[in-house]
């Protein structure tokens, strides 16, 4: 019998309001043995109200954060705008990444000009993807 590996992230938070695009992501990280947990938000406020709750305890923040950016309540830019004010110690914790059905030059270069995010990813997560992120 084959041992499954271990995953490549302990956790990972996906932000995204859409359910369809939540339970794709979802088992694609499954799938592709990317985390051995992960938490999901329908807005970027309560993912926020979560980060600030734990922003203190690593144990307890996510390796890397999938957020949607069009969403009501609060969408990506209104949260990398408020990660932003986040403890240095998210911030060197978490690795951000933006996902996007939206092809639009002038979101790619805002996302892009985010000293916080990592990189602007279009949807849905691939297998690719999650094999070019990595812990560091």
């Given amino acids: 019998m084959e ?34 947990r992960i938490i999901e938000f329908v807005n970027g406020e309560k993912a926020l109200n979560y980060l600030r709750e734990h922003q203190e305890n690593i144990v307890m923040l996510p390796d890397v954060i999938f957020l ?8 990506g830019f209104g949260f990398m705008e408020s990660y932003d004010k986040l403890s240095v110690t998210v911030k060197n914790h978490c690795k951000l990444y933006v996902l996007s059905s939206s092809c639009d030059a002038g979101d790619i270069a805002r996302v892009r000009s985010d000293n916080n995010a990592y990189d602007i990813l279009e949807k849905p997560i691939t297998r690719n993807y999650l094999e070019n992120i990595n812990p560091d």
């Fill in 68 to 75: 949607d950016l069009y969403m009501p309540v609060m969408d």
């Fill in 3 to 36: 041992e499954k590996s271990k995953p490549k992230f302990e956790t990972v938070m996906l932000i995204d309001d859409i359910a369809v695009d939540l339970f794709i992501a979802s088992r694609n990280l499954n799938k592709h043995n990317f985390s051995k």
